[in-house]
């Protein structure tokens, strides 16, 4: 069975905007948890953003922090992160995550070991 569906990457202009949206199959997505993880050429995979469904509560890199927003519909089972303000250090390739299964720290991004469910990528690159 498909666990999550990405749609939405592309390519801009610096500056530009761009909103991913990633939808769970019911039973990930009440596993309450979901992220955005990105990977660009040459680097580590990080964390972007992170979600607890239940309540909306959010958690961001420093890094994208005022520039992009992390939000749930949870009648749709959906994830969306809009990115606004996009520079070319943005680029890599974006992943959804959901099924988290491992500890909470508040104030910190969910590890990425933790999660069970993946998307297969969407690919972002900003240019300029």
């Known amino acids: 069975q498909v666990q999550l569906l990405e749609s939405g990457g592309g390519s801009v202009q610096t500056g530009g905007s761009l909103r991913l949206s990633c939808t769970a199959s019911?039973?990930?997505?009440?596993?309450?948890?979901m992220a955005w993880f990105r990977q660009a050429p040459g680097k580590e995979r990080e964390g972007v953003a992170d979600?607890?469904?239940?309540?909306?509560?959010?958690s961001y890199a420093d890094s994208v922090k005022g520039r992009f927003t992390i939000s749930r519909d949870n009648a749709k089972n959906t994830v969306y992160l809009q990115m606004n303000s996009l520079k070319p250090d943005d680029t890599a390739m974006y992943y959804c995550?959901?099924?988290?299964?491992?500890?909470?720290?508040?104030?910190?991004?969910?590890?990425?070991?933790?999660?069970?469910?993946w998307g297969q990528g969407t690919q972002v690159t900003v240019s300029s």
């Open positions: 995550a959901a099924d988290y299964r491992g500890p909470l720290r508040p104030g910190a991004l969910l590890a990425a070991e933790n999660f069970e469910a």
């Open positions: 019911a039973y990930t997505y009440r596993r309450n948890y």
């Open positions: 979600i607890y469904t239940f309540t909306g509560s959010t």
